[in-house]
Structures are given as C-alpha cells and as structure tokens.
Nanobody, 114 residues
Framework: QVQLVESGGGLVQAGGSLRLSCAASGSISSILGMGWYRQAPEKQREWIADITKSGRTNYADSVKGRFTISRDNAANTVYLQMNSLKPEDTGVYYC????????WGQGTQVTVSS
C-alpha cells in the first residue's frame, strides 16, 4: 500500500498564491511519475501537471506559466506552486504517483474568490 497525504489547500483571493504538497509513504519501491489533477464542482477531473523521475515537466494549457510542479525524490514528495490564481482554478486538487500502478491522494480544496 502507498499513502499520499496532501496539504496546502485553502481560500485565497484572485491573484494570490498557494503551494500544495503531497507526501508519499508506505510500500514504495520506485516512484516514476508524479502529478496533479483537479476537479471543479460538477465538472470532470482535469489533469493539471506531471513530472517524471528525471524532472521533466508537463502542464495543461490552462495553468501553463502560472503553476510550477516540482518534486523531492528523497522525500517522495511532489509540490504544486500556484501563482496568479483565478476563480476558475477553484476545485479539489488530487495528487497521484505512479509505480507499478497509480495511487491517489485524498484531495485538498482550493477556493479562489473574485
């Protein structure tokens, strides 16, 4: 089993910043990819960003230039720095890690007020 613990969500005004963290623990043999999805109310889950073990990153167009994903391999932790937040960024943010399968965090709420 792999456990993912997310932190860093909250309420922020438009234009503000938040930093999400996701720490993995448990039976981790080798983490490959790490990343984030989000789900807005009454919408499907949306992929946001991912990062490979070597540090290569990919971003959805909706967050490119505003969000930065990073990871600490020694700590099995992935981060999401979110700047210039917009009300449409509101939603529950889920981290995931991929080993031989994909593991999901419990989600953390991000609310951006206008």
């Amino acid at each position: 089993q792999v456990q993912l613990v997310e932190s860093g969500g909250g309420l922020v005004q438009a234009g503000g910043s938040l930093r999400l963290s996701c720490a993995a623990s448990g039976s981790i043999s080798s983490i490959l990819g790490m990343g984030w999805y989000r789900q807005a109310p009454e919408k499907q889950r949306e992929w946001i960003a991912d990062i490979t073990k070597s540090g290569r990153t990919n971003y959805a167009d909706s967050v490119k230039g505003r969000f930065t994903i990073s990871r600490d391999n020694a700590a099995n932790t992935v981060y999401l720095q979110m700047n210039s937040l917009k009300p449409e960024d509101t939603g529950v943010y889920y981290c995931y890690v991929t080993t031989v399968r994909t593991w999901w965090g419990q989600g953390t709420q991000v609310t951006v007020s206008s």
